[in-house]
């Protein structure tokens, strides 16, 4: 399997640095370094089954778009939106909810991982039609986990749900599946993605797949030429959740005390 990896923050042998996992924390939620890890066992379980033919496109930004898609696979046997999620604890998903288990029931959470997907799916349908791919088989949609702690009840879910122990089986059926695909499709669509260097979003275009927002995912359009804000604009776009902002207090709140106490230590040699 061919792996197309432009993640942000990850080092060229696949490591990330305490500081860029501090920084992608703060940049896209609490989440993000876990989903990272859950994404690299993922993709090991994955990658026995599939051969060459099939193409992994791993946190690619759709171009003019501005969605960014954790993981796309395009291989022979149709084109795959893979969601990957290190959560655990138990869960349930009926059509296209998403409730977890508390005190004994399931209530609703945020983010939707189940719609999350599906929008995904449906960006990149529309993202690939635009770029003129027509008679391409309907982009499916897929939410795997990793961990062995996680568990999932399933009532007719609207994307498929793949458990940390049926990864491998995962991988086999897509195989076995009918191919849609010639080579040329393939690579047109890995084409369209426009893989060349990938640039750092700023914190106003990013849309990173792992933020914890359940915020609802824009269709692809024409890019529109930049808007200019006002510079007391600058908060309102720095866009932290409340949990972003209190690691940031709590670290402003060392800093000032590790100061304090280098004062004193000075003071009284």
Do not use: C
């Not at 998403?98 to 995904?120: C, E, T, Y």
């Not at 088989?137 to 009840?153: I, M, N, R």
């Not at 792992?210 to 930049?226: F, G, K, Q, V, Y």
Request: charged share 20%.
């Amino acid at each position: 399997m061919r792996i197309i990896d432009k993640s942000p923050l990850v080092a060229e042998d696949g490591s990330i640095s305490l500081f860029n996992r501090l920084r992608g924390t703060l940049q896209y939620g609490n989440t993000w370094f876990r989903d990272m890890q859950a994404q690299e066992e993922a993709i090991r379980a994955l990658s026995p089954a599939l051969d060459n033919r099939y193409t992994l496109l791993r946190n690619v930004t759709l171009p003019d778009a501005g969605i960014p898609v954790p993981m796309t696979l395009v291989g022979p046997n149709g084109i795959w939106v893979l969601y990957v999620s290190g959560l655990r604890g138990v869960y349930r998903t009926k059509n296209d909810t998403w409730a977890r288990m508390d005190s004994g029931h399931f209530k609703p959470v945020k983010p939707n991982l189940i719609r999350r997907v599906q929008l995904l799916a449906r960006a990149l349908q529309v993202y690939l039609e635009k770029q003129g791919l027509h008679n391409l088989p309907e982009v499916q949609g897929a939410l795997l986990f990793t961990d062995p702690a996680h568990h999932v009840d399933t009532i007719n879910p609207a994307v498929r749900v793949v458990l940390s122990d049926a990864l491998e089986r995962f991988a086999i059926s897509i195989t076995r599946q009918g191919e849609t695909l010639t080579p040329q499709q393939i690579e047109g669509v890995v084409a369209a993605f426009n893989v060349g260097p990938q640039e750092e979003l700023s914190d106003e275009d990013d849309a990173f797949a792992l933020r914890e927002a359940d915020e609802e995912i824009p269709i692809p359009r024409l890019a529109s030429p930049a808007k200019v804000r006002p510079a007391n604009d600058f908060l309102s776009r720095i866009n932290l959740t409340s949990k972003q902002w209190m690691l940031l207090g709590g670290m402003f709140a060392a800093e000032v005390v590790i100061l304090f106490l280098f004062v004193l230590l000075l003071m009284f040699r």
